[in-house]
């Protein structure tokens, strides 16, 4: 019963994600084409909520559902850990045309062709979790 809450939510934003188009792969074309804004207004608007919702947060010191304090904890000045994540991150998401996010969204909306990159994406995991006590951080 405790997970059903948690199920019903991403299914409504799986649906609210296929309705709005964030997960078509024309409009993620598109996007990375700069031949329309549509994408870029779901991003800075998840954004924008984002930014005003930690500011909330901080403000008003608001506590979580079960009454316990929210810290945010500030990022660190790694600024080429970020940029160069980013980077990989942004070439994955154009090559595939997918953003991880919404795979699972994507596989049950009947694209079968994304349990190559669901599969891909699981072995990545698997590779960094097996060479992260090596890699730069």
């Known amino acids: 019963m405790k997970v059903l809450k948690y199920l019903i939510v991403g299914v409504l934003f799986g649906i609210v994600l296929v309705k709005s188009e ?3 792969w024309y409009r993620i074309y598109e996007m990375f084409r700069f031949q329309s804004v ?3 207004g779901i ?3 998840a954004v924008g909520l984002g930014i005003g919702i930690v500011y909330m947060i901080k403000k008003r010191q608001l506590r ?3 009454g316990n304090p929210i810290h945010i904890v500030p990022k660190t000045k790694a600024y080429k850990n970020y940029l160069f ?4 991150f942004g070439l994955g998401w154009a090559l595939v045309g997918a953003c991880p996010g919404p795979m699972f969204i994507l596989l049950a909306t009947g ?5 190559v990159v669901l599969f ?3 072995a990545g ?4 979790g097996l060479f992260k006590d090596k890699l730069p951080h």
Request: neutral net charge; charged residues 0%; hydrophobic residues 50%.
């Open 64 to 66: 979580s559902i079960q």
């Open 22 to 24: 964030a997960v078509s």
């Open 120 to 122: 891909s994406a699981i």
């Open 38 to 40: 549509h994408m870029y």
């Open 85 to 88: 994540g980013g980077l990989i």
């Open 111 to 115: 694209y079968w062709s994304i349990v």
């Open 43 to 45: 991003i800075g608007t």
């Open 125 to 128: 995991t698997l590779v960094y």
